[in-house]
């Protein structure tokens, strides 16, 4: 069935480099996306990117995807306690216009 | 521009009590709308989506219904509320041209006591 998976947690340290790594299961999603979860708030889209494409940067953020492998994944670089969030990857399906979104990726910065 | 609204945004109901969760959309026409809930500390759940008026789709049997009585009104609801209702409920249309993705609401914050 359609499944988007990622890690519950991850920590970094100020000013290093953050990866959060997704898997999803349907070879025809078109589109995939980070969103951003701030606490107690909606959801917000930080990018996106198209089927077609390996890598899309949006000044401190890369989004690598591996069709083959279908795995996504999303860098923040230089991560700042700003960047405290849950971060979701998402997936479209094919069968209806809907997007399935992973379990959610909790990153907490260290000093 | 498009925007969303969501109302309330906090709501203490007593179990057994009824609900209604409404989202409405300014700025388009004839938006897919879906509401979404999200368990303490779980990711996003489907529950409903609507592609036009009277339209709905369920995607996991449960305690709640949804309705769309206009083109950019979606109201979520529940004759009786149990306490695992509780969870924070978005509301989200979705961009049918470009990037397709979602744009939320601000949710509401469900307990059910």
């Known amino acids: 069935g359609e499944d988007v998976e990622q890690s519950l947690f991850l920590s970094v340290r100020e000013g290093d480099s953050s990866v959060i790594n997704c898997t999803y299961t349907?070879?025809?999603?078109?589109?995939l996306y980070w969103y951003k979860q701030e606490p107690g708030a909606g959801l917000q889209l930080l990018t996106y990117?198209?089927?077609?494409?390996d890598m899309k940067q949006d000044q401190r953020l890369t989004v690598l995807l591996n069709k083959k492998d279908k795995h996504l994944s999303l860098r923040i670089a230089d991560t700042q306690t700003g960047d405290s969030a849950i971060y979701f990857c998402?997936?479209?399906?094919?069968?209806?216009?809907?997007?399935?979104f992973g379990s959610g990726t909790r990153l907490s910065i260290r000093p | 521009s498009q925007t969303i609204h969501q109302w309330p945004a906090t709501l203490v109901q007593p179990v057994g009590s009824p609900l209604s969760l409404e989202c409405t959309v300014e700025g388009t026409s004839n938006p897919n709308l879906y509401w979404y809930r999200q368990a303490a500390g779980r990711g996003l759940q489907l529950l409903f989506y609507?592609?036009?008026?009277?339209?709905i789709s369920s995607e996991v049997p449960q305690n709640l219904s949804a309705s769309r009585p206009q083109d950019r009104q979606f109201i979520l609801s529940s004759k009786k509320l149990l306490l695992s209702d509780s969870g924070f409920y978005l509301c989200?249309?979705?961009?049918?041209?470009?990037?397709?993705?979602?744009?939320f609401g601000s949710g509401t914050r469900l307990t059910v006591v």
């Open positions: 989200a249309w979705i961009h049918l041209q470009g990037h397709y993705g979602y744009t």
């Open positions: 990117i198209f089927s077609n494409m």
């Open positions: 349907d070879s025809s999603s078109t589109y």
């Open positions: 609507s592609v036009g008026i009277g339209q």
């Open positions: 998402a997936a479209t399906y094919s069968s209806a216009s809907k997007i399935i």
